[in-house]
């Protein structure tokens, strides 16, 4: 059983060792860029870009301490990161003045007291680093019961990352907030299986590696991640090489940095030096092995070999050829594959770097040759072969080519391979025709037969509309190219005198352009409105039951006598009136937006006194009842 564990415990190991490379790294022209963009942070009047980039340049224009403080006093930041910036930047440039005192007293006021999230805390708690102010046990035992009640009501990955930090710098007295790490990375997200990050971009991401890390660290505890999540990580951080801000930069070199420290975990860069295609003459193989930031690796690997298998014949070029490492270069490892003779193709490169294993893929360039190339005229019909003549390649026929629309351009050539010397297609092959006075061209694809010869036949008749009908004098040309062959070419064959029957659509060649005419727009023509009979008898329809409403009361003999002279009554009667009149005047004159303004206002009234009515009413039911028990 325990021999069985220990095989399977290698064999887990070497499945994660085996991972732990990835195909990018910081590149010196990323580096270039990243120094101009920290440079312009300097200038900027931005204070974070300021703090940022000063965290990030060697030399800083000793005028920069005098710009601190007006940019300070601009700045629309929460004080706290106004203070942090501040005090940051001013202690990476060196200032030899002091911090201002409203600041350092802001910085000492806002550490007694407790802060309201843990990004707060963070500042605070750096800025006063910053200025060396004391930070005792007694604050320490502060902050962090501060930190824990704010991790309690906020355990986003914002609030936890800030809180790692702050716990990394209090020591024992934020111990606690280690076990919420596991918290936090289960919310990382996997991209295509190859990447890991946190909702949030690259911000987020960096803040909780590197905060995690850092409590790790403080701690002496083991990292919070295994070799696979190191690498997904790294693949991450890499894909967001392009970023364009000063803190972006920053923290992403921040991140990268503390992935690498890590020895046990730490992912390398294994990628192909150059674009990856090898000239046939001289198939040097570079391989560039370097820290994520590009930098050589410490100590130097004792060994690096490679392993070349083709792609398409899957036969192995050579295996475990030993790299030997450039003395330029201490990231780059080559060996020359001359002596394996490879020919054009695609091929695999499996790299073992010590421990680690990346697997490349690298195209090895041919040339190629034009065995012959015949033109010729012949007829559309086929009642006759056609007349061919042989061009050399790199020359063109000395006599010019004559053909009409009951004839047809043929063309007919092979490309050899100048290694094999055996018949090969490209992925490009085409006939361009190019007119020599207008200059216009047009271009077919010459496609190849079983036999790998390329053929091209042109009906002049049929094709006089793609030409415009335009008879003269044309080029004719070949283009090859193709992603294996280092030699494409564009070669003048001939030229042919082509004369077209027929005559182009007459179009707008010979009229005078001029203004259309401008567009109106109409509106719909009304419809026709019915007769004045036809609306009348439609009103008194309408009013009809009104009437009949009157008819009824008067028959039933409505009493009125009853009526109760009151405000309320008369508030009451009257607003229903003047809410059935607004429905009226809706119906002829008003918008429905002024008809609810006017509306609110009414109802509202009509209810109040609706309602004292209604409990006058009742109350007069009641003493009417007890009068008569």
């Known amino acids: 059983?325990?021999?069985?564990?220990?095989?399977?415990?290698?064999?887990?190991?070497?499945?994660?060792?085996?991972?732990?490379?990835?195909?990018?790294?910081?590149?010196?022209?990323?580096?270039?860029?990243?120094?101009?963009?920290?440079?312009?942070?300097?200038?900027?009047?931005?204070?974070?870009?300021?703090?940022?980039?000063?965290l990030n340049v060697a030399k800083v224009d000793p005028e920069a301490c005098k710009r601190l403080t007006a940019i300070y006093s601009e700045s629309k930041l929460n004080d706290f990161e106004k203070n942090f910036y501040l005090t940051g930047a001013w202690k990476n440039f060196g200032c030899k003045d002091s911090v201002p005192a409203k600041v350092k007293d802001a910085v000492k006021a806002a550490l007694a007291k407790d802060a309201g999230s843990s990004q707060e805390l963070y500042f605070n708690l750096?800025?006063?680093?910053?200025?060396?102010?004391?930070?005792?046990?007694?604050?320490?035992?502060?902050?962090?019961?501060?930190?824990?009640?704010?991790?309690?009501?906020?355990?986003?990955?914002?609030?936890?990352?800030?809180?790692?930090?702050?716990?990394?710098?209090?020591?024992?007295?934020?111990?606690?907030?280690?076990?919420?790490?596991?918290?936090?990375?289960?919310?990382?997200?996997?991209?295509?299986g190859k990447m890991l990050q946190f909702e949030g971009g690259l911000s987020i991401t960096a803040l909780v590696v590197n905060s995690a890390f850092k409590l790790s660290a403080s701690l002496k505890k083991p990292v919070p991640l295994n070799a696979d999540q190191a690498v997904k990580f790294a693949a991450y951080f890499l894909s967001r090489a392009s970023v364009q801000t000063p803190k972006g930069i920053s923290i992403l070199l921040e991140a990268l940095n503390t992935l690498s420290s890590e020895k046990s975990i730490a992912p390398i860069s294994v990628t192909l030096g150059g674009n990856g295609q090898l000239q046939h003459d001289s198939p040097i193989l570079a391989v560039q092995?370097?820290?994520?930031?590009?930098?050589?690796?410490?100590?130097?690997?004792?060994?690096?070999?490679a392993t070349v298998t083709s792609?398409?014949?899957?036969?192995?070029?050579?295996?475990?050829?030993?790299?030997?490492?450039?003395?330029?270069?201490?990231?780059?490892y080559t060996f020359n594959l001359k002596s394996s003779n490879p020919t054009r193709g695609q091929?695999?490169?499996?790299?073992?770097?010590?421990?680690?294993?990346?697997?490349?893929?690298?195209?090895?360039?041919?040339?190629?040759?034009?065995?012959?190339?015949?033109?010729?005229?012949?007829?559309?019909?086929?009642?006759?072969?056609?007349?061919?003549?042989?061009?050399?390649?790199?020359?063109?026929?000395?006599?010019?080519?004559?053909?009409?629309?009951?004839?047809?351009?043929?063309?007919?050539?092979?490309?050899?391979?100048?290694?094999?010397?055996?018949?090969?297609?490209?992925?490009?092959?085409?006939?361009?025709?190019?007119?020599?006075?207008?200059?216009?061209?047009?271009?077919?694809?010459?496609?190849?037969?079983?036999?790998?010869?390329?053929?091209?036949?042109?009906?002049?008749?049929?094709?006089?509309?793609?030409?415009?009908?335009?008879?003269?004098?044309?080029?004719?040309?070949?283009?090859v190219g193709d992603a294996l062959i280092s030699n494409s070419f564009r070669w003048l064959v001939a030229d042919v005198n082509i004369k077209f029957t027929g005559e182009a659509p007459k179009e707008s060649a010979n009229l005078v352009r001029q203004p259309l005419p401008e567009i109106i727009h109409q509106f719909r023509v009304p419809e026709k409105r019915p007769l004045r009979v036809v609306s009348d008898l439609?009103?008194?329809?309408?009013?009809?039951?009104?009437?009949?409403?009157?008819?009824?009361?008067?028959?039933?003999?409505?009493?009125?006598?009853?009526?109760?002279?009151?405000?309320?009554?008369?508030?009451?009667?009257?607003?229903?009136?003047?809410?059935?009149?607004?429905?009226?005047?809706?119906?002829?004159?008003?918008?429905?937006f002024d008809t609810v303004r006017y509306l609110i206002p009414l109802a509202l009234a009509t209810f109040l006194c609706g309602n004292r009515l209604l409990r006058s009413i009742a109350a007069a039911r009641g003493a009417s009842s007890e009068k008569q028990q």
């Open 1 to 54: 059983m325990k021999t069985t564990g220990l095989f399977l415990m290698i064999c887990l190991v070497s499945s994660v060792w085996a991972t732990r490379a990835v195909n990018k790294r910081i590149t010196p022209q990323d580096q270039e860029r990243y120094q101009r963009i920290f440079a312009d942070g300097l200038k900027s009047s931005d204070l974070q870009a300021v703090y940022y980039s000063s």
């Open 126 to 192: 750096n800025s006063a680093k910053f200025l060396s102010l004391p930070i005792d046990e007694a604050v320490k035992t502060q902050v962090g019961k501060n930190l824990q009640a704010i991790l309690k009501k906020d355990d986003s990955l914002n609030s936890l990352g800030h809180g790692f930090v702050v716990a990394s710098e209090i020591g024992a007295q934020g111990a606690y907030a280690f076990d919420r790490i596991e918290e936090a990375f289960v919310q990382a997200d996997e991209v295509d």
């Open 289 to 305: 092995i370097s820290d994520l930031q590009g930098k050589a690796i410490k100590p130097a690997l004792a060994v690096v070999s």
């Open 311 to 332: 792609k398409i014949t899957k036969q192995p070029l050579g295996t475990k050829f030993n790299l030997v490492p450039s003395n330029s270069d201490p990231t780059t």
């Open 347 to 479: 091929y695999k490169v499996d790299v073992e770097a010590g421990t680690y294993k990346q697997s490349l893929a690298v195209a090895v360039l041919g040339k190629v040759k034009v065995d012959s190339l015949e033109i010729g005229i012949g007829d559309s019909d086929s009642t006759s072969a056609p007349k061919k003549y042989t061009v050399k390649y790199g020359s063109k026929l000395d006599s010019e080519l004559a053909a009409d629309s009951q004839q047809k351009l043929v063309l007919r050539t092979q490309l050899l391979d100048e290694t094999t010397g055996k018949p090969v297609t490209v992925h490009q092959a085409f006939v361009l025709l190019k007119n020599k006075a207008t200059k216009q061209e047009i271009i077919f694809v010459a496609e190849a037969d079983t036999s790998k010869t390329y053929k091209f036949e042109m009906d002049v008749g049929a094709r006089s509309a793609d030409f415009g009908f335009k008879s003269g004098a044309y080029s004719v040309e070949i283009i």
């Open 538 to 592: 439609f009103t008194a329809l309408c009013l009809a039951p009104l009437g009949l409403l009157i008819l009824l009361w008067l028959k039933l003999r409505a009493n009125v006598s009853n009526f109760p002279f009151s405000l309320s009554a008369i508030g009451f009667h009257l607003g229903l009136g003047t809410i059935l009149a607004l429905f009226g005047v809706f119906w002829l004159k008003l918008n429905m």
